[in-house]
């Protein structure tokens, strides 16, 4: 008789249960592995709404990798989906009273100091304030992550000679856009994290990875495909109603009014929903009280799709600074084409609390407005239709006090595994660190069945001068 394998539910099929999959399959085939996804399709939150107008699909909300994202890269090419990104190594900054600024990568200088020109060039900056900027980032390459930990990003910066205006115009553009959060919330060490490690480290960290098809396509159908290539079962449209542990140390979840049972789980959904999904005795054996975890403040943010008659548009994307919109996009596929079908941009507001208190026509007039105000094309283009989506779930509020609770990716069951962006994996809630936490569950589950872990990549490797300068 042969004996059955070892069966292994994953209750989330967004990129850090899918990573997670594929991270057991590498060191482990001996696994029977399961991924129940709640939606219709996998991919969590990165996923898209068909529009009515076209039939097309269009992303909730775009989502864009950096140069310094090593894991999540890494996952794309082992899929064979990295063709699917363009990158970019430059950035624009719209602000309306100024000319648009160019931000990009020295040629000539070496890191960390391969910005400092793109820096001074910044129109909208005055002289003091670029001088603010270039200080703070001085001490902030010579401060110890371990040292901000307590610290609100808006604390440091202001103990630090940064001006409400400087922090309005530069720090929390960045921060806001990364971390989805404002200056005045996030923890001051995952900020940290995103200027060092995504700026200054080395030159190819801060590049732009924009994705060519809907994140549906990308994410739901291929990266899925994959997935299921690997003998990996997908469930979708099947949530998990609960999570039960049982006497023989095993795991009962109740999937359509059925109990099954598993040797081990991977919770690969956000924080508040582990703890909806464990029954309360599996959740405190777990070290994993709903107190803690229930009630974790998060961060909304919106887009704001918009078609129009005409391109508005010549670039792939933009950053907006002193307006209510933040970044503006471009639909890929539709660069360098004119057919009728290529007009549609979004708009990203991230940390948007303001935003939810305003109608749905006044949000797209204010943003419309903003985009005939910085590009010439928009002036005589008329609006066709818009559509406001907010996520007010987007992202967990990376605080001081959160970073603190963020639980590893082994719990006190040894049955039991923890994926997700919240988890601890030195990243705040990106794709990043969604795929680092996959493969970290991956590792403690693997653990308990005696098999070596899978690794995590350390990222790129720094410049000599960034080595000795920045202290870890």
Same mark, same amino acid.
């Given at each position: 008789? %042969? ?10 099929? &967004?990129?850090?249960? /899918? ?113 603010? %900027? ?23 910066? *202001? ?28 923890? /001051? ?47 979708? &449209? ?11 140390? *095993? ?107 305003? *109608? ?98 350390? &990222? ?13």
């Amino acid at each position: 008789m %042969i004996p059955s394998r070892p069966r292994v539910a994953i209750v989330g099929g &967004g990129l850090a249960g /899918m990573s997670a999959a594929l991270a057991l399959r590498e060191q482990a085939v001996d696994l029977d592995i399961t991924i129940y996804e709640a939606r219709r399709r996998p991919g969590g939150r990165a996923g898209s709404f068909v529009d009515a107008g076209t039939g097309d699909d269009v992303d909730y909300c775009q989502h864009v990798a950096m140069g310094c994202c090593t894991n999540f890269l890494a996952l794309m090419n082992q899929a064979g989906l990295l063709s699917a990104f363009t990158r970019y190594q430059e950035l624009q900054f719209h602000h309306p009273q100024f000319v648009a600024s160019r931000f990009s990568s020295s040629a000539w200088l070496p890191a960390p100091f391969h910005l400092l020109p793109s820096l001074l060039r910044l129109r909208y900056l005055t002289w003091r304030q670029r001088a603010e %900027i270039s200080w703070a980032t001085l001490l902030l390459m010579r401060t110890k992550s371990a040292s901000l930990t307590d610290l609100t990003a808006q604390n440091w910066l *202001s103990q630090h000679g940064q001006s409400p205006a400087t922090i309005r115009d530069y720090w929390d553009v960045v921060i806001a856009s990364a971390l989805g959060e404002s200056c005045q919330y996030v923890s /001051m060490a995952a900020a940290r994290k995103v200027f060092v490690d995504g700026f200054l480290s080395t030159k190819n960290a801060c590049d732009v990875l924009v994705p060519t098809l809907p994140l549906s396509t990308l994410f739901g159908d291929r990266l899925a495909s994959f997935v299921a290539s690997k003998d990996v079962k997908i469930h979708n &449209g099947t949530p998990v109603r609960s999570v039960a542990m049982l006497d023989n140390g *095993s795991l009962q979840l109740n999937v359509n009014n059925e109990n099954l049972v598993y040797d081990h789980v991977v919770m690969a959904v956000p924080c508040f929903a582990i703890v909806k999904t464990l029954d309360q005795a599996t959740a405190i054996a777990a070290g994993l009280p709903a107190d803690r975890y229930a009630s974790v403040p998060t961060s909304p943010i919106t887009g704001i799709h918009l078609w129009f008659d005409r391109p508005i548009i010549d670039q792939p994307h933009a950053v907006m600074v002193g307006t209510l919109s933040q970044w503006v996009f471009r639909r890929e596929q539709d660069l360098g084409t004119t057919s009728p079908s290529s007009h549609y941009v979004q708009v990203v507001i991230s940390a948007s609390r303001g935003v939810r208190e305003l *109608s749905t026509d006044a949000v797209i007039d204010q943003v419309v407005a903003e985009l005939r105000q910085a590009f010439p094309s928009a002036a005589g283009a008329k609006l066709q239709r818009g559509r406001v989506v907010t996520d007010p779930q987007a992202v967990y509020s990376l605080r001081p006090d959160v970073d603190a609770i963020r639980p590893l990716a082994t719990t006190a069951l040894p049955c039991l595994h923890l994926a997700g962006d919240f988890v601890q994996t030195g990243w705040p809630a990106t794709m990043e660190g969604a795929v680092i936490s996959g493969r970290l569950a991956a590792s403690s589950l693997l653990k308990q069945r005696g098999h070596p872990p899978v690794s995590v990549d350390r &990222g790129l490797q720094s410049s000599m001068l960034s080595r000795l300068l920045i202290r870890k």
